[in-house]
């Protein structure tokens, strides 16, 4: 039996993409990201970005400055305080497997989750996105999940919503900081948040930094978590991306949460990403 492929849309400027789910995830097919990127071409792209969330490019045979000048199309770059990549751009991060099992190995004297997450929420403003490239990659294995999280907000029963409302929680990232010789004092977010452009309501909660939700008891709190995290496990809320030679995701960081399948053994898998700060107005929070 042959897979049905979903045909390519295309823009009303000519841009082709293919929706993988219905509402996250959508591969453009005729951008060549190894060339500059026109303004029209940009503001569509953004424009997709918010619809989809998340945007793949395969068969990108791209260096890391052309990843860097993509990425500056949409903002100025934000350089990690643990950035561990010593090249000539500052703002490009190593994800790499052995810096996993280190990361793991910090925190654990920490309740574990299912590592659902979001780049910078231990941020005052977080980063808005992120572009990531494959660099080394496992013959099979080392998918990656993003999650809609409007989706997984719209998804709760109603009196899990109600109970939601008005609540914050922490992101504590401060030992990883420390040991990067970073300061940054424990800040809070609202569970659930208005994306600023598109006005949704997102579920935005990181299982990956000791979450904590404030104001209520320690057992309430871990119950609404579970809550959450239920949500962000519904394969019907995802979007499951199989990593090539040449893949290259771009995600909105404020509308989803993403998970990285670790299933590749010692393979030393590498991806580089490079995130987007927000508006100049917070640069410096």
């Known amino acids: 039996m042959n897979a049905v492929v979903p045909p390519a849309q295309k ?3 000519g841009l ?3 929706v993988l789910q219905p509402t996250i995830g959508a591969e453009i097919e005729n951008v060549d990201l190894r060339l500059p990127v026109p303004d029209g071409l940009r503001d569509e792209l953004r424009s997709a970005l918010l619809q989809y969330k ?3 490019f395969r068969n990108q045979d791209i260096t890391s400055e052309q990843q860097a000048d993509f990425a ?3 903002g100025a770059l934000y350089t990690h305080p643990s950035t561990t990549n010593s ?3 500052p703002a490009l991060h190593n994800i790499a497997a052995q810096d996993l099992k280190r990361y793991d190995d910090e925190h654990d004297h920490i309740e574990k989750w299912d590592a659902y997450h979001t780049d910078t929420s231990w941020r005052l403003v977080p980063t808005w996105a992120a572009v990531l490239r494959a660099v080394r990659l496992p013959g099979a294995g080392g998918d990656t999940v993003w999650v809609d999280a409007g989706l997984a907000y719209e998804g709760l029963p109603e009196n899990i919503r109600t ?14 900081l420390t040991r990067a010789g970073h300061y940054y004092p424990l800040v809070s977010h609202p569970v659930v948040r208005t994306h600023r452009e598109t006005g949704a309501r997102i579920l935005w909660v990181n299982f990956s930094q000791n979450p904590q939700i404030l104001g209520i008891p320690l057992q309430e709190s871990r119950e609404l978590l579970v809550a959450i ?3 962000y496990r519904k ?3 995802q979007v499951r991306f199989g990593w090539e030679p040449g893949s290259v995701a771009f995600w909105d960081n404020r509308s989803t949460v993403h998970y990285a399948v670790r299933n590749y053994g010692e393979f030393p898998r590498l991806l580089n990403r490079v995130l987007i700060s927000d508006e100049p107005l917070y640069a410096d929070l």
């Open 11 to 13: 823009t009303r400027s």
């Open 16 to 18: 082709s993409l293919r």
């Open 54 to 56: 998340v945007l793949f």
């Open 72 to 74: 500056r199309r949409f």
């Open 87 to 89: 090249g000539s751009i």
């Open 163 to 176: 109970r939601l409302e008005g609540l914050y929680v922490t992101h504590d990232f401060r030992r990883s």
């Open 229 to 231: 995290l239920d949500q």
């Open 235 to 237: 394969p019907e809320h």
